[in-house]
């Protein structure tokens, strides 16, 4: 539990925390942090109780679920759809009545949720409103689709989120129910009260029509680290600690949840070791050592998507860094990745010194038509450099080479003037039609290509492109 939008985003983190290394194979990542029952049910944007019908007449792999009533939250249709199988020989079972430390049997088949169901079985649905992905069926799924999001079944794998259940008397129903009851009244410490309060009652009274297993249930809530516990339920839970890995666990909740407060202990363990799991955390944690921090975990940092965001991040016009310091921090991003070549040249563009236009130079070296480097060079063409023009007047006979021929296109200095003439005096039609029209492009800056342009011959039809 803590501040709702820590605690969502912490868990759009944890949902991608785990990954599938094989077909069918699902291994969760090291950071990877189970929520409790209870946090699941706060965690999803609703829940319905709804029956397995049939297959969707325009996709085999999508069933077509009848909405008994909505648990929590208010979903108003009465049809859901979702992925999953009614395939006999791939069904599993439901899970042991009153045993809630564990999700149904078609979880652990492989791919870490259950996708398992029987026509005419009666299923507790959590649903998370989510981005459409490229190539979504938007016709298929209109019912479910708000806006530009989607209603779509699963809040985490491992979890009991889409769990079988007979009846309205089976204890996970009501378990769900009397949890959903209590995460609707908003507050840390009143929740924590009344869960502590329904295990009282179910522990002394386990007849008294509380759901079997939820006395232990809550027992273990409070047990679990998870990003949704507050920081002062981590902090108790740190004192509990007896092994390196339980303390690293609190340090991984305490860090995808934001807590500014876990800074100087995150900050420790990410120069220790897992500098490439705690990064998203000093991305957007906000502290005014931030940045400091940022700049010792750069070098770091193994993955290049994590280098290039880390920099990003230093090189806003806010952040106030001396440019020796970036500087002295370029060269742990790639010069193979085109990306990141193109990250430094925006940051130069925008501050283009003797430094760090000397940075660039060095950075491109003498291969300016490899392959990733094209925005470095189109900078370096663009502030009138001289040996980029030198390289393509070598080059700009390599038909292959368009790079060379962009260069002196855009080139303001009177080399690349030079260099354009004499293009035009060879006369290659296939050469001069890319070179018109290079020189006619908006972005073209090159104040001498007018001129440029007037010493081209007229254009015949035949020179243009279909």
């Known amino acids: 539990m803590g501040k709702p939008e820590v605690w969502k985003a912490a868990l759009c983190a944890a949902a991608c ?25 706060k965690a999803a944007d609703e829940i319905v109780l709804a029956k397995a019908v049939e297959y969707h007449p325009r996709d085999g792999r999508i069933i077509r679920f009848e909405v008994i009533r909505s648990i929590k939250g208010t979903y108003k ?100 129910e009397l949890y959903a009851a209590i995460a609707a009244t908003g507050d840390h410490e009143k929740e924590a009260g009344q869960l502590r309060a329904l295990a009282t ?20 809530h409070f047990l679990t680290v998870s990003p949704m516990k507050s920081y002062q339920d ?31 202990q995150i900050r420790r363990a990410a120069a220790e070791k897992y500098a490439d799991i705690f990064i998203h955390y000093f991305l957007k944690v906000e502290h005014n050592d931030r940045d400091a921090a940022l700049i010792e975990m750069v070098p770091l940092l193994r993955d290049e998507d994590n280098r290039r965001a880390a920099m990003r991040v230093l090189m806003r016009e806010k ?8 500087l002295k921090l370029m060269p742990c991003l790639s010069v193979d990745q085109a990306a990141s070549n193109a990250l430094v040249a925006e940051w130069v563009k925008a501050h283009p010194t003797q430094n ?46 368009r790079m060379a021929t962009y260069v002196i296109a855009y080139s303001p200095t009177e080399a690349g003037f030079e260099a354009g003439k004499r293009l035009i005096e060879q006369g290659d039609a296939a050469k001069l039609r890319v070179f018109r029209q290079m020189l006619q ?5 090159n104040p001498r290509r007018g001129d440029l342009l007037k010493l081209l011959p007229e254009e015949r039809k035949t020179d243009r492109q279909p």
Request: hydrophobic share 40%; aromatic share 8%; glycine share 10%.
């Open 17 to 41: 925390l785990a990954c599938a290394a094989e077909a069918g194979a699902f291994i969760p990542r090291l950071d990877f942090l189970p929520l409790s029952n209870y946090e699941l049910v």
């Open 77 to 176: 249709q009465r049809e859901l759809l979702a992925y999953g199988t009614l395939d006999p020989e791939h069904y599993h079972g439901p899970s042991e009545a009153g045993v809630f430390s564990r999700a149904r049997p078609g979880t652990y088949a492989g791919s870490g949720s259950a996708y398992d169901y029987q026509a005419g079985k009666t299923y507790l649905l959590f649903l998370k409103k989510r981005p459409m992905h490229a190539g979504f069926d938007k016709d298929m799924y209109a019912l479910q689709i708000e806006k530009d999001q989607c209603w779509q079944v699963g809040v985490q794998a491992l979890s009991r989120d889409r769990e079988e259940v007979a009846g309205k008397e089976d204890p996970w129903l009501k378990a769900v």
């Open 201 to 220: 009652r179910a522990k002394g009274d386990p007849k008294g029509g509380h759901p079997a297993g939820m006395a232990a249930d809550i027992e273990r």
């Open 234 to 264: 981590l902090i108790v839970l740190q004192r509990g600690v007896k092994d390196v890995d339980g303390g690293e666990r609190i340090l991984f909740a305490m860090a995808q949840a934001f807590h500014a407060e876990a800074f100087d």
């Open 319 to 326: 952040s106030g860094l001396a440019e020796d310091q970036l």
């Open 356 to 401: 760090s236009v000397s940075m660039l130079r060095a950075r491109v070296g003498t291969e300016y038509g490899k392959e990733g480097r094209q925005t470095m060079v189109w900078l370096l063409t663009a502030l009138a450099d001289g040996d980029v023009v030198k390289w393509a007047v070598m080059h700009v006979d390599d038909r292959e080479n």
């Open 441 to 445: 492009s908006g972005d073209n800056n």
